[in-house]
């Protein structure tokens, strides 16, 4: 069974820093393809990072770049975000996931994503 398990998530005042941990287990980690996405009450899942299979490569969303950085440990089974510089729009429920397939390169589209954690809350006040 696929589970994924998110935590690091809190309330931080702007300009402050947050790590997210997302654990997994069920599926072949090392070779998976793994994003991070948010959702803010009334508005649409977004997806905001993503890494390759073997962690050849990362996209990023406009609205986090130079800001966010994802990274995993393969050893512990875990995915990362890193986020620096939060701002009150950084607020939502943060979610990591994973695709079926693996792939050189990734995508922040949440359609290609199968299996999802149940979520980290991320407040950031002003």
């Known amino acids: 069974e696929v589970q994924l398990v998110e935590s690091g998530g809190g309330l931080v005042q702007a300009g402050g820093s947050l790590r997210l941990s997302c654990t997994a287990a069920?599926?072949?980690?090392?070779?998976?393809?793994m994003g991070w996405f948010r959702q803010a009450p009334g508005k649409k899942r977004e997806g905001i990072a993503c890494m390759s299979s073997s962690d050849t490569s990362t996209e990023f969303a406009d609205s986090v770049k130079g800001r966010f950085s994802i990274s995993s440990d393969n050893a512990k089974n875990t995915l990362y975000l890193q986020m620096n510089s939060l701002k009150p729009e950084d607020t939502a429920n943060y979610y990591c996931a994973a695709s079926r397939d693996s792939g050189w390169f990734c995508d922040i589209t949440p359609s290609d994503y199968n299996y999802w954690g149940q979520g980290t809350q991320v407040t950031v006040s002003s």
């Open positions: 069920g599926f072949n980690f090392r070779n998976a393809v």
